[in-house]
């Protein structure tokens, strides 16, 4: 299971950290990535980390702003999101995938987090 948590009500500009706590799979096999869905729009891609947690990649609208990473020790995974702007508003999804390519589609992805609620104000 994945548990994502840290969304909220922020101003543009403004910061929030996601987090994904996973239990009963082994982390450390599986890269891990971050989706968002906005009201009216498909699921896109945002992030992913690998197993190692040496590998990232970024949709482009959010390069340089926000910083995916990974505990190990913790089970989690986690989504700094710096400079927020208002198109960040959505649902985010943390998910876990069993592959090391094609990672960009929600299909590369088992197992999937309840989501969690980011709204950005302007």
């Known amino acids: 299971q994945l548990q994502a948590s840290g969304g909220g009500l922020v101003q543009a500009g403004g910061s929030l950290r996601l987090s994904c706590a996973a239990s009963?799979?082994?982390?450390?096999?599986?890269?891990m990535g971050w989706f968002r869905q906005a009201p009216g729009k498909e699921r896109e891609f945002v992030a992913a980390v690998n197993w190692s947690g040496g590998s990232t990649a970024y949709t482009d609208p959010v390069k340089g702003r926000f910083s995916i990473f990974r505990d190990s020790a913790k089970s989690t995974v986690y989504l700094q999101m710096n400079s927020l702007k208002p198109e960040d508003t959505a649902v985010y999804h943390c998910?876990?995938?069993?592959?090391?390519?094609?990672?960009?589609?929600?299909?590369?992805?088992?197992?999937w987090g309840q989501g969690t609620q980011v709204t950005v104000s302007s």
């Open positions: 998910a876990a995938s069993p592959f090391g390519w094609n990672i960009l589609s929600p299909a590369r992805y088992d197992f």
């Open positions: 009963g799979l082994t982390f450390s096999s599986y890269l």
